[in-house]
């Protein structure tokens, strides 16, 4: 049967060739959404190996209590990891930004999760959502749970502010607009745990923020970061 279903895999790839979504060349039948060179090129932050000049612990601290906070890559504005993250928010590629979450998860190893109780996605807009039919956060959330088995906490928190995109605006316009959109949820199953808060970008870190300071109401809680990349 799997080898009914490879030969298949194979007549797929002749007819209907994958490709790579950063260089664009046909992907080889073992290979999913990237090719072997381009994940092997991400430019990756490490920043969970060198604590002392993570610069995503900086920008929040003094502003909410973080236990960590770790990014998988940096991507510059015209950069070709961009262009991933495009398209896992913009155009269906909700399976990459899970497999991401899954390769991501396993570079950082299970020690990093150990302490980790629940992984909680940083929820869309509800008319958002409907719109494009998935929260990427959720999808990269699945990854690292297929890797550290831990729980999503899918209800625990909700987006209830402006829907509008905030790409086209101002830091202090970002940041306002990012005041007070969360509400929690049934929060009794969080207490006294340890939340990882994921997300696709950090860019200014307002709607991270925001998220944290609202799930740092929840009694005894402890909030870490996860995104899959870091603006530079
Ligand atoms: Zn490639």
Redesign the pocket.
Known sequence: MSSLKQHIGYLIDLFYPRI??????ALQSHEKH??M??IQNIPRTQFHSHSEDNIMEHLFRGKVQIEKAVAFFYFTHHGDYRHLIHQIKYRGEKECARYLGEIYARELGAEFFTDIDLLVPVPLHPKRLRKRGYNQSEWIAMGISDFTGKDIARYLIHRCGTSETQTNKGIYKRWENTQNIFTLGNTSEAEGKHLLLIDDVVTTGATLLSCANTLSNIKNIKISLLTLAMAQ
């Open positions: 790579c979504l950063i260089c664009g060349r990237l090719c060179y381009c």
